[in-house]
């Protein structure tokens, strides 16, 4: 499987996978993408394989609320 796919794209909106090995083991990542303005961009990241699952906006909203 190549490290990065596109899992789905319906016109401005897109869902990319990334697969990469670190000193924890893999991760896969997902990253939710939109384009604005002919660019795209970003959306929101989520860690879909392993022990350790987030999605980065909730990390965020959790530490806006109290330091983290």
């Known amino acids: 499987e190549p490290p990065v796919t596109v899992v789905d794209k319906t016109?401005?909106?897109a869902r990319v996978?990334?697969?990469f090995d670190n000193s924890?083991?893999?991760?896969?990542?997902?990253?939710?993408?939109?384009?604005e303005n002919g660019e795209w961009s970003v959306d929101d990241v989520r860690s879909i394989e392993g022990s350790d699952q987030w999605t980065l906006t909730?990390?965020?909203n959790v530490?806006?609320?109290k330091p983290c």
Not at 24 to 35: A, E, P, Q
């Open 11 to 13: 016109g401005d909106i």
């Open 17 to 19: 996978k990334a697969s």
């Open 24 to 35: 924890h083991g893999k991760n896969v990542l997902l990253f939710d993408m939109v384009r």
């Open 58 to 60: 909730k990390t965020l």
């Open 63 to 65: 530490c806006k609320a």
